[in-house]
């Protein structure tokens, strides 16, 4: 980690990760794999097991779910699924405690927030009205909105833009190594959401962002964001 100080007051703009970070989705992704599961008449997965892998996308959960099939067998699954999911969003999952005071917070200092996810744009935008956050999210960029996703740096330029402030003033929150990863070389300070998705064997710390935390609460004060 970077020793950057604490902040006595908020980034003039919050990028946010959707799936692990915002959104506790695995609820979601894991009635997803199931229904597919029961249609071909296998047994259901826990939750344990697709947690983990939720913030790599439909493939990684589905190579759970069907650990069988090699690289191809899992591609053919991926429309299935994002139909699948489509049905099943926003209906099991919800923010992870903490985060709306924390947005409420940046809110309420005029911090500007916005959403960076890898999962498809049109899914993502479905599950903002449902969160009530239509009019408060400031840019929306999924996995399909440009050329690049994460872990390119595309999207946090594009939505640093979009908003009208230098990526070095803004902060990227995310829960997986890629979005570290994209944060750094947009040149924008990274927080590692620890709360979220990831695998035991993940090392965090190896990941370099500039602070981290186990809770959303700590983001609700300004010191608990990196220093550009
Ligand atoms: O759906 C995905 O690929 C993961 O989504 P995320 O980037 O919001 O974690
Ligand atoms: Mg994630």
Redesign the pocket.
């Known amino acids: 980690m970077s020793p950057s100080a604490p902040r006595a007051a908020f980034p003039a703009c919050a990028l946010f ?5 915002l959104l506790d989705s695995a609820p979601d992704m894991l009635a997803t794999v199931n229904r597919m599961l029961a249609a071909r008449g296998r047994a259901p997965r826990a939750l344990a097991d697709i947690r983990p892998v ?5 493939r990684a959960m589905a190579s759970v779910a069907f650990p069988e099939l090699d690289a191809e067998g899992i591609a053919a699954l991926v429309p299935e699924f994002l139909a699948v999911y489509a049905e099943e969003l926003g209906r099991h999952g919800a923010p992870f405690e903490g985060i709306e005071p924390m947005l409420a917070a940046l809110e309420a200092a005029g911090t500007r927030w916005g959403i960076v ?3 498809p744009e049109y899914l993502a935008a479905r599950l903002l009205p449902q969160l009530g956050w239509q009019d408060r999210c400031a840019v929306l960029v999924g ?1 399909d909105t440009l050329a690049e996703r ?1 872990p390119h740096p595309l999207p946090l330029l594009h939505a640093a833009e979009a908003i009208g402030v230098a990526p070095g003033d803004c902060v990227y929150v995310g ?2 190594a890629r979005d570290i990863a994209a944060a750094r070389a947009a040149g924008m300070p990274s927080v590692v959401a620890l709360w979220g998705y990831r695998l035991e064997e993940d090392d965090p710390i190896a990941w370099q962002g500039d602070v981290m935390h186990d809770a959303p609460d700590a983001l609700a004060v300004p010191r608990g964001w990196p220093a550009p």
């Open positions: 990760d959707l799936d692990g970070t939720v913030s790599r996308g439909a996810t890898n999962k996995g994460k829960d997986d």
